[in-house]
């Protein structure tokens, strides 16, 4: 079991430019939530993506779109990138909506 | 944003000395879970405690939860060099959907 896999691992932008990030879910989970966490600070919740649609939303502008395939694996995508988004994105996957959670290792963002 | 915070926010000790880590939370919770985090990559999970339980084991860790005092604490027993990492508690409330909301972490060093 490969577990959750995020692709790429690093990347860098240019302030204004979109980015899209990857994750492919652990085997037999269906839901799948995104974070961001700043360098020094938690993660913080993006949105959950279930049954293909999102299902919940944090506190982030609507730049912040994502996407959840048929085989439950799910984009990120930015737009109008800004110095402030540089952090680490983590994806998680989950049996459902209300069990533990297993995190990918991440990919880091740098937007110049 | 956060859900409260964790102290210490960073802890100095020496191999085999015991680590305690406490988290403080300000909303109803179904379940608080603990991570890790190595150098700023993926999270780990480390164990889940529901709001019904008030202590849990796994091997070297010890999780008490006070839904009175809205805190849990983290113990690692019998430290070594490789627990030297960050940790989080993360809280989840079914009524928002089971989302992760994290606190800003205890970065442990242990010290060889």
């Known amino acids: 079991d490969a577990g959750v896999t995020q692709s790429p691992t690093h990347l860098i932008k240019t302030r204004g430019q979109q980015v899209t990030l990857r994750c492919s879910p652990k085997?037999?989970?269906?839901?799948v939530s995104w974070y961001q966490q700043a360098l020094g600070q938690g993660p913080q919740f993006i949105f959950q993506y279930y049954e293909e649609e999102e299902r919940q939303r944090g506190n982030f502008p609507d730049r912040f779109s994502g996407h959840q395939f048929p085989n439950y694996s799910s984009e990120l995508n930015v737009n109008a990138l800004l110095l402030g988004d540089s952090a680490l994105y983590l994806c998680a996957s989950s049996q459902t909506l209300n069990t533990e959670a297993f995190f990918g290792q991440g990919t880091r963002l740098t937007v110049v | 944003s956060q859900q409260g915070e964790e102290d210490p926010q960073a802890l100095s000790i020496q191999e085999g000395e015991n680590a305690t880590m406490n988290c403080s939370y300000k909303t109803s919770i179904n379940n608080l879970q603990w991570y890790r985090q190595n150098s700023g990559r993926g999270l780990v999970h480390l164990i889940l405690?529901?709001?019904?339980?008030r202590e849990k084991h796994s091997g070297r860790l010890r999780v008490t939860l006070d839904t009175s005092k809205k805190s849990s604490s983290l113990l690692i027993t019998a430290s070594r060099a490789a627990d030297t990492a960050s940790y989080f508690c993360?809280?989840?409330?079914?009524?928002?959907?089971?989302?992760?909301?994290f606190g800003q972490g205890t970065e442990l060093s242990v010290k060889p």
């Open positions: 085997s037999g989970h269906d839901t």
């Open positions: 993360a809280t989840v409330d079914y009524n928002q959907g089971g989302k992760l909301i």
């Open positions: 405690i529901r709001s019904n339980e």
